[in-house]
């Protein structure tokens, strides 16, 4: 595995690769990777040769008083475990190479991106839209690969290379979980013992509504509730928000009718995590995936 940390040499071997008969495939990450990364690595690997995983903090998504300083970083490790899996090129640039001094665009998908996690964390998706952007500019990959957990990031990503014309086909991965429910995150590093406990809760709440909406139950308003009663009995959390929404448009729905998302996120202590169900149409009934 090779490991670039410049645009220039990134940009050189990604026009070589593709000059190749198989579909080149990016994994943008933060790092400090897991099981969740691994697992879209490893799809990526299925489709695509050769796979460039990227690696980038990057301070434009994070707010002022977010966790950028303290965001785990852990390239060796990382570097490790990517060369294990086969991965062809690491790109781990410096935040000059991809935020040059004199830096001014930004790229902001709009309607999309000032709700739910946007609305708690304004600016979030334009510092998420920019630097991938940017990284889909430098690596041109016919595939890029993300996991569903960040269900908003997902939607609004592929709105905007719908929008841009973008030859990049976004292709989406489910959550994995921990075998007590827990979403895999970088973020899941920060838990005590005792916040770990209480994190299963985002899992445990969307499980019931899953139960619930077996059972035949419908009502948007009586799901939400559901959600959030179980959220908020959990001692030292606290719930920022639990909405049903219409997959495509992020608005709240008032019925299940169409393809949904109930989307989440709540504190943990002092750790902000979120999670999410799919919620399917399947003929008269509805298919929840967690
Ligand atoms: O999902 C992430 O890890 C980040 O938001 C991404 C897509 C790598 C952009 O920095």
Not at 196 to 223: K, M, N, Q, W
Request: aromatic share 6%; hydrophobic share 45%; charged share 25%.
């Amino acid at each position: 595995m090779e490991l670039i940390h410049t645009v220039a040499w990134m940009r050189q071997v990604a026009a070589e690769a593709r000059r190749g008969d198989c579909p080149l495939g990016l994994v943008p990450t933060m790092g400090a990777l897991h099981e969740g990364h691994f697992s879209l690595v490893r799809e990526a690997k299925r489709q695509c040769s050769p796979v460039v995983v990227s690696i980038f903090v990057n301070p434009k998504q994070f707010g002022p008083s977010e966790d950028f300083q303290k965001y785990p970083r852990t390239l060796d490790a990382d570097r490790a475990a990517l060369e294990n899996l086969g991965v062809d090129y690491t790109f781990a640039p410096a935040p000059e190479q991809i935020y040059p001094s004199g830096f001014r665009t930004a790229v902001s998908v709009e309607g999309l991106s000032d709700k739910l996690e946007g609305r708690s964390r304004p600016g979030h998706f334009r510092g998420v839209t920019t630097v991938v952007l940017k990284l889909f500019e430098i690596v041109q990959p016919r595939f890029a690969f993300f996991g569903r957990k960040d269900a908003q990031q997902v939607r609004i990503i592929r709105q905007m290379t719908g929008d841009l014309a973008l030859d990049t086909e976004i292709a989406v991965c489910p959550i994995v979980r921990e075998p007590d429910g827990l979403a895999l995150s970088s973020r899941n590093a920060y838990l005590s013992a005792g916040d770990r406990r209480a994190a299963t809760v985002l899992y445990r709440s969307l499980d019931a509504l899953r139960r619930e909406i077996s059972a035949g139950d419908r009502d948007v308003v009586h799901l939400v509730a559901t959600v959030r009663k179980i959220i908020e009995a959990e001692p030292g959390v606290a719930l920022d928000y639990a909405e049903i929404v219409d997959a495509d448009t992020l608005e709240p729905v008032m019925a299940l009718r169409k393809t949904c998302c109930a989307l989440l996120a709540a504190r943990v202590g002092n750790t902000r995590l979120i999670d999410n169900a799919l919620i399917e149409p399947a003929g008269e009934s509805f298919i929840v995936t967690l």
